[in-house]
Protein backbone atom coordinates (compact mmCIF):
# COMPACT_ATOMS: atom_id res chain seq x y z
CA UNK A 1 0.00 0.00 0.00
CA UNK A 2 1.57 3.25 -1.04
CA UNK A 3 1.76 5.93 1.88
CA UNK A 4 0.01 9.11 2.27
CA UNK A 5 2.52 11.22 1.09
CA UNK A 6 2.95 9.06 -2.46
CA UNK A 7 -1.15 9.71 -3.27
CA UNK A 8 -0.72 13.44 -2.66
CA UNK A 9 1.95 14.10 -5.15
CA UNK A 10 0.32 12.34 -7.55
CA UNK A 11 -1.37 14.21 -10.33
CA UNK A 12 -4.83 12.52 -11.78
CA UNK A 13 -5.41 13.34 -15.22
CA UNK A 14 -9.01 14.68 -14.41
CA UNK A 15 -8.09 16.99 -11.29
CA UNK A 16 -6.64 20.25 -10.95
CA UNK A 17 -4.15 20.48 -7.56
CA UNK A 18 -4.79 23.98 -5.64
CA UNK A 19 -2.30 24.54 -2.72
CA UNK A 20 -2.46 27.33 -0.53
CA UNK A 21 0.05 29.06 1.36
CA UNK A 22 -0.22 31.74 4.00
CA UNK A 23 2.35 34.80 3.57
CA UNK A 24 2.11 35.49 6.96
CA UNK A 25 5.56 33.53 8.41
CA UNK A 26 8.29 34.54 10.75
CA UNK A 27 11.52 35.84 9.25
CA UNK A 28 13.29 32.78 9.49
CA UNK A 29 11.45 31.04 7.70
CA UNK A 30 11.26 33.26 5.30
CA UNK A 31 15.23 33.23 5.23
CA UNK A 32 14.92 29.16 4.31
CA UNK A 33 12.62 29.31 1.55
CA UNK A 34 14.83 32.13 0.15
CA UNK A 35 17.40 29.22 -0.13
CA UNK A 36 14.70 26.90 -2.71
CA UNK A 37 15.15 29.74 -5.06
CA UNK A 38 17.72 30.44 -8.41
CA UNK A 39 20.31 33.06 -7.90
CA UNK A 40 18.46 34.49 -10.87
CA UNK A 41 15.02 34.67 -9.22
CA UNK A 42 16.43 36.01 -5.58
CA UNK A 43 17.78 38.94 -7.33
CA UNK A 44 14.37 39.40 -9.29
CA UNK A 45 13.14 39.29 -5.41
CA UNK A 46 15.05 42.02 -4.11
CA UNK A 47 14.29 44.46 -6.63
CA UNK A 48 10.71 44.94 -4.65
CA UNK A 49 10.95 47.75 -2.73
CA UNK A 50 7.54 46.82 -0.66
CA UNK A 51 8.41 43.79 1.70
CA UNK A 52 5.09 42.35 1.26
CA UNK A 53 5.69 42.22 -2.50
CA UNK A 54 9.14 40.53 -1.88
CA UNK A 55 7.22 38.28 0.83
CA UNK A 56 4.88 37.17 -1.81
CA UNK A 57 7.14 36.48 -4.22
CA UNK A 58 9.85 34.47 -2.06
CA UNK A 59 7.12 32.60 -1.19
CA UNK A 60 5.16 32.16 -4.12
CA UNK A 61 8.34 30.94 -6.16
CA UNK A 62 9.03 28.50 -3.53
CA UNK A 63 6.09 26.57 -2.98
CA UNK A 64 5.52 26.60 -6.86
CA UNK A 65 9.58 25.29 -6.60
CA UNK A 66 8.72 22.74 -3.16
CA UNK A 67 5.51 21.20 -5.35
CA UNK A 68 6.35 20.79 -8.28
CA UNK A 69 9.71 18.91 -6.75
CA UNK A 70 7.41 16.10 -5.06
CA UNK A 71 6.03 15.70 -8.02
CA UNK A 72 9.15 15.25 -10.12
CA UNK A 73 11.67 14.00 -7.45
CA UNK A 74 14.24 16.45 -8.35
CA UNK A 75 15.40 18.82 -6.00
CA UNK A 76 13.66 22.61 -5.93
CA UNK A 77 16.55 24.36 -7.29
CA UNK A 78 17.23 22.07 -9.90
CA UNK A 79 13.89 22.66 -11.61
CA UNK A 80 14.26 25.46 -15.44
CA UNK A 81 11.65 27.31 -16.73
CA UNK A 82 11.23 28.65 -20.13
CA UNK A 83 8.37 30.90 -21.49
CA UNK A 84 6.14 30.58 -23.91
CA UNK A 85 5.35 33.14 -27.11
CA UNK A 86 2.96 35.09 -24.52
CA UNK A 87 5.23 35.12 -21.89
CA UNK A 88 3.90 32.17 -20.07
CA UNK A 89 6.14 30.30 -18.43
CA UNK A 90 6.21 26.27 -18.21
CA UNK A 91 8.18 23.66 -17.27
CA UNK A 92 11.32 21.66 -18.84
CA UNK A 93 10.87 18.07 -19.66
CA UNK A 94 7.83 18.02 -17.86
CA UNK A 95 3.54 17.53 -19.13
CA UNK A 96 2.75 19.35 -15.51
CA UNK A 97 1.35 22.77 -16.22
CA UNK A 98 0.76 25.40 -13.45
CA UNK A 99 -0.30 28.65 -13.03
CA UNK A 100 0.21 31.19 -9.85
CA UNK A 101 -1.92 33.86 -8.28
CA UNK A 102 -1.04 35.85 -4.79
CA UNK A 103 -3.26 38.41 -3.45
CA UNK A 104 -3.39 39.94 0.28
CA UNK A 105 -1.95 36.92 2.53
CA UNK A 106 -2.47 34.23 0.44
CA UNK A 107 -0.67 32.50 -2.39
CA UNK A 108 -2.19 30.26 -4.84
CA UNK A 109 -0.31 27.45 -6.95
CA UNK A 110 -2.38 25.51 -9.24
CA UNK A 111 -1.26 22.52 -10.90
CA UNK A 112 -2.60 20.35 -13.85
CA UNK A 113 -2.43 18.07 -16.83
CA UNK A 114 -3.69 20.78 -19.10
CA UNK A 115 -3.12 24.34 -19.32
CA UNK A 116 -4.52 25.55 -16.07
CA UNK A 117 -5.20 29.48 -14.68
CA UNK A 118 -6.22 30.25 -11.18
CA UNK A 119 -6.59 33.97 -10.20
CA UNK A 120 -7.43 34.80 -6.36
CA UNK A 121 -8.42 38.65 -5.29
CA UNK A 122 -8.31 40.01 -1.78
CA UNK A 123 -11.79 41.89 -1.97
CA UNK A 124 -11.36 45.47 -1.47
CA UNK A 125 -13.30 48.66 -2.30
CA UNK A 126 -12.97 49.92 -6.23
CA UNK A 127 -14.70 53.43 -6.99
CA UNK A 128 -14.39 52.82 -10.50
CA UNK A 129 -15.74 49.26 -10.25
CA UNK A 130 -18.63 50.80 -12.53
CA UNK A 131 -16.21 51.90 -15.15
CA UNK A 132 -14.09 48.67 -15.12
CA UNK A 133 -17.03 46.55 -15.59
CA UNK A 134 -18.35 49.15 -18.57
CA UNK A 135 -14.99 49.13 -19.79
CA UNK A 136 -13.90 45.04 -19.81
CA UNK A 137 -16.96 42.82 -18.94
CA UNK A 138 -19.81 41.38 -21.83
CA UNK A 139 -23.25 42.95 -21.50
CA UNK A 140 -24.56 39.84 -20.18
CA UNK A 141 -21.86 39.85 -16.93
CA UNK A 142 -22.62 44.09 -16.55
CA UNK A 143 -26.07 43.45 -16.18
CA UNK A 144 -25.55 40.65 -13.38
CA UNK A 145 -23.33 43.60 -11.45
CA UNK A 146 -25.95 46.01 -12.23
CA UNK A 147 -28.74 43.65 -10.56
CA UNK A 148 -27.07 42.15 -7.98
CA UNK A 149 -28.15 42.47 -4.21
CA UNK A 150 -24.34 42.68 -3.30
CA UNK A 151 -22.74 44.69 -6.88
CA UNK A 152 -18.78 44.43 -5.35
CA UNK A 153 -19.52 40.37 -4.97
CA UNK A 154 -20.30 39.51 -8.27
CA UNK A 155 -18.14 42.22 -9.42
CA UNK A 156 -15.28 40.48 -8.05
CA UNK A 157 -16.68 36.86 -8.58
CA UNK A 158 -17.04 37.67 -12.25
CA UNK A 159 -13.33 39.38 -12.64
CA UNK A 160 -11.45 36.17 -10.88
CA UNK A 161 -13.26 33.82 -13.24
CA UNK A 162 -12.08 35.89 -16.37
CA UNK A 163 -8.67 36.50 -15.34
CA UNK A 164 -8.16 32.67 -14.51
CA UNK A 165 -9.50 32.24 -18.12
CA UNK A 166 -7.25 34.48 -19.22
CA UNK A 167 -3.83 33.16 -17.79
CA UNK A 168 -5.12 29.34 -18.40
CA UNK A 169 -5.26 30.83 -22.44
CA UNK A 170 -1.87 32.18 -21.89
CA UNK A 171 -3.23 35.27 -23.62
CA UNK A 172 -2.81 37.68 -20.43
CA UNK A 173 -4.94 40.87 -21.01
CA UNK A 174 -3.96 40.72 -24.46
CA UNK A 175 -7.22 39.45 -25.25
CA UNK A 176 -10.29 41.82 -25.04
CA UNK A 177 -12.18 40.75 -21.75
CA UNK A 178 -15.26 41.09 -22.87
CA UNK A 179 -15.18 38.51 -25.84
CA UNK A 180 -16.61 35.93 -23.94
CA UNK A 181 -19.39 35.76 -20.57
CA UNK A 182 -18.33 33.51 -17.17
CA UNK A 183 -21.19 31.69 -15.49
CA UNK A 184 -23.42 33.07 -12.94
CA UNK A 185 -22.73 30.08 -10.87
CA UNK A 186 -19.89 27.82 -11.31
CA UNK A 187 -19.50 25.79 -8.08
CA UNK A 188 -18.11 22.71 -11.03
CA UNK A 189 -16.70 23.20 -14.15
CA UNK A 190 -19.25 25.59 -16.48
CA UNK A 191 -18.62 26.54 -20.06
CA UNK A 192 -17.10 30.26 -20.91
CA UNK A 193 -19.33 31.33 -23.36
CA UNK A 194 -17.62 33.30 -26.68
CA UNK A 195 -19.45 36.98 -27.64
CA UNK A 196 -19.26 37.58 -31.09
CA UNK A 197 -18.67 35.68 -34.29
CA UNK A 198 -16.19 34.16 -34.98
CA UNK A 199 -15.38 33.23 -31.41
CA UNK A 200 -12.30 34.20 -30.50
CA UNK A 201 -11.79 32.03 -27.38
CA UNK A 202 -13.34 28.79 -26.81
CA UNK A 203 -13.38 25.62 -25.23
CA UNK A 204 -12.70 26.42 -21.40
CA UNK A 205 -14.80 25.53 -18.57
CA UNK A 206 -14.30 27.95 -15.11
CA UNK A 207 -15.31 27.01 -11.29
CA UNK A 208 -15.29 29.67 -9.23
CA UNK A 209 -13.30 28.89 -5.16
CA UNK A 210 -15.10 28.84 -2.16
CA UNK A 211 -12.45 30.94 -0.07
CA UNK A 212 -12.24 32.36 3.32
CA UNK A 213 -14.55 35.90 3.80
CA UNK A 214 -13.24 38.94 2.10
CA UNK A 215 -11.35 36.48 -0.52
CA UNK A 216 -12.92 35.53 -4.42
CA UNK A 217 -10.93 32.86 -6.47
CA UNK A 218 -11.46 30.72 -10.09
CA UNK A 219 -9.33 28.11 -11.53
CA UNK A 220 -10.32 27.55 -15.45
CA UNK A 221 -8.82 24.29 -17.50
CA UNK A 222 -10.16 22.96 -21.04
CA UNK A 223 -12.94 20.61 -21.26
CA UNK A 224 -15.57 19.56 -18.50
CA UNK A 225 -14.42 16.74 -16.65
CA UNK A 226 -12.24 18.05 -14.06
CA UNK A 227 -12.32 18.71 -10.55
CA UNK A 228 -10.51 21.00 -8.04
CA UNK A 229 -8.53 19.08 -5.05
CA UNK A 230 -7.13 21.80 -2.69
CA UNK A 231 -4.58 21.67 -0.23
CA UNK A 232 -3.55 24.37 2.09
CA UNK A 233 -0.23 24.20 3.46
CA UNK A 234 2.08 26.29 6.04
CA UNK A 235 4.93 27.92 4.53
CA UNK A 236 7.25 26.39 7.16
CA UNK A 237 6.29 22.90 5.76
CA UNK A 238 7.63 24.01 2.51
CA UNK A 239 11.46 23.74 3.77
CA UNK A 240 10.63 20.64 5.93
CA UNK A 241 14.00 18.66 6.63
CA UNK A 242 16.22 21.93 5.75
Same mark, same amino acid.
Given at each position: ?35 ? =? ?23 ? #?? =? ?25 ? =? ?15 ? @?? @? ?11 ? #? ?95 ? #? ?13 ? @????? #???
Amino acid at each position: MKNRSEVTMRLARNAVELLFVSIDVTPSVLARLLTL =LTSAEADRVFRFHCDEDRRRSIIGR #AA =LRYVLSRHLGVEPQALRFDLGENGKPF =LQQSDIHFNVSHSGEIV @AI @ALAPNQVGVDIEA #AHHIPEMPAIAGRFFSENEMQRVRTAIDPTDQFFRIWTMKEAVLKAAGQGLGLPLDCFTVPASAPAPRPVMPVGEPPIISGWFVVHLELPAGYYGAV #AMHGYDWRVVTRWLP @ARNLT #AGR
